[in-house]
Antibody
């Protein structure tokens, strides 16, 4: 059974930093791309970032590029999202998502989702 | 930036067929995926690559694509199908994933 368990969500002031982590199990982590998708309260889904299976290729949404960094540890089956310079509009539930595969700028569907971790940015 | 357009809401009576559209550009280059999200829950993949149904998804859910519009069809709608539905594509020019704004399905 695929399991994705997020942690690290918290309340933080604008300008602050937070690191989210996702522990994965139940599938071959080393061959799967991983992504983060967020959802602001009452809003739709917004893609945040993706990291390919080898960890060397990453991509970011325009609203977080330069502030967020995705990384993975294939020896521990974890994927992290370092979030710096947080803004009020970063407030959202952050989902860790398994992607089947990525290649050449395109990826397959988001086939498994974690339950999410809430990040609240407020003064 | 790439945009996927969905109707904000669709209403359907139980037992009838619901169709949710997703419009954009360059649909022939990348497939559309569909997700169902019930209140308080994480999204679930219900259709991948325009038409493929993952294991465990009822046959009542189907997908199609023609021109620059993809459609999620839910046949014999049940009360339990009430949810938000999101379409998604990858924009290969930017290596970004894009979601539609979502459609709230109401079962009358």
């Amino acid at each position: 059974e695929v399991q994705l368990l997020e942690s690290g969500g918290d309340f933080v002031q604008p300008g602050g930093s937070l690191r989210l982590s996702c522990a994965a199990s139940g599938f071959r982590f080393t061959t799967s791309a991983m992504s983060w998708v967020r959802q602001a309260p009452g809003k739709g889904l917004e893609w945040v970032s993706v990291i390919y299976s080898g960890g060397k290729t990453t991509s970011y949404g325009d609203s977080v590029k330069g502030r967020f960094t995705i990384s993975r540890d294939n020896s521990r089956n974890t994927v992290d999202l370092q979030m710096n310079s947080l803004r009020v509009d970063d407030t959202a539930i952050y989902y860790c998502v398994k992607v089947g595969y990525c290649s050449g700028g395109s990826c397959s569907a988001f086939d498994y989702w974690g339950q999410g971790t809430l990040v609240t940015v407020s003064s | 930036s790439y945009v996927l357009t969905q109707p904000p809401s669709v209403s359907v009576a139980p037992g009838k067929t619901a169709r949710i559209t997703c419009g954009g550009q360059n649909f022939e280059s990348e497939s559309v995926h569909w997700y169902q999200q019930k209140p308080g829950q994480a999204p679930v993949l219900v259709i991948s690559y325009d038409t493929d149904r993952p294991a465990g998804i009822p046959e009542r859910f189907s997908g199609s694509s023609s021109g620059n519009t993809a459609t999620l069809t839910i046949s014999r709608v049940e009360a339990g199908d009430e949810a938000d539905y999101f379409c998604q594509k990858w924009d290969t020019r930017s290596d970004h994933a894009v979601f539609g704004g979502g459609t709230q399905l109401t079962v009358l």
